[in-house]
């Protein structure tokens, strides 16, 4: 207890909040999740294995839409990004209804930030314990977010959160290019998460999401994972 910091709003004496500290550590214990811009889309893969059989698998589900356009996936813990989840939807649905049209992606990103910003800085809550991926497409083309607890958020050419997020991070920097395609980015993507990936890995046990020109965010269903699955293998 005696190396522990409780103190939300106040900075220890080499300018740390601890508490944010504390947080970044428990999004590094979760499952982890990874995204891939490409010039035609944005990939999003998580790994959304179990601990045990007895869990019915087809009832967690770590990617969710915010808009048609913009979907977010999490690493750390899925109460808090539920709350993350639920706060952005009004938002995006009030901008709908003030504009009429849908959310930009930046817009979406900066209104979660904020979100978990405020909670760096108000008394009596503690921050999320959760960094999330976005991933849309608008009139800027196809985007890349992450949002970390701090309130942090920037945008990525390719990037991986959760455990083993550094060593996943490294294999992109290696076979990321500028100018791949969404097939290619699925499959690297695929790459990535198998390097780290603990025991076999299928259609059931990771999630694949994308969005594409259309400017759709859509779940990739079992059958589709398989296919990409075996294209990569």
Not at 79 to 108: G, S
Request: proline fraction near 3%.
């Amino acid at each position: 207890m005696g190396d522990m910091n409780f103190s939300l709003t106040t900075f220890n004496k080499t300018g740390k909040l601890l508490q944010i500290e504390y947080a970044l550590n428990r999004v590094q214990q979760g499952k982890m999740s990874l995204g891939i811009k490409a010039t035609n889309g944005v990939v999003l893969v998580s790994d959304k294995k179990v601990s045990t059989c007895l869990v019915d698998d087809k009832e967690l589900v770590k990617m969710q839409n915010i808009t048609p356009s913009t979907g977010f996936v999490y690493a750390g813990m899925g109460p808090d990004f539920r709350v993350l989840t639920r706060n952005a939807r009004k938002a995006a649905q009030k901008y709908y209804l003030t504009y009429r049209e849908i959310q930009p992606v930046a817009e979406v990103v900066r209104e979660s930030a904020l979100v978990m910003q405020e909670y760096t800085q108000s008394g009596g809550v503690r921050p999320f314990g959760v960094s999330c991926l976005a991933a849309g497409y608008d009139d800027a083309g196809p985007q890349l977010y992450q949002i970390d607890p701090s309130g942090a958020a920037f945008g990525w050419k390719a990037t991986a959160i959760g455990k083993n997020f550094i060593n996943a991070k490294n294999f992109l920097e290696r076979r990321y290019s500028e100018d791949m395609e969404l097939d290619d980015a699925v499959h690297i993507a695929l790459l990535t998460m198998r390097e780290s990936f603990e025991g076999e890995m299928t259609e059931f046990n990771i999630e694949v999401g994308i969005v594409t020109a259309d400017r759709a965010f859509r779940v990739l269903s079992p059958a589709e994972v398989r296919d990409y699955l075996d294209e990569a293998n």
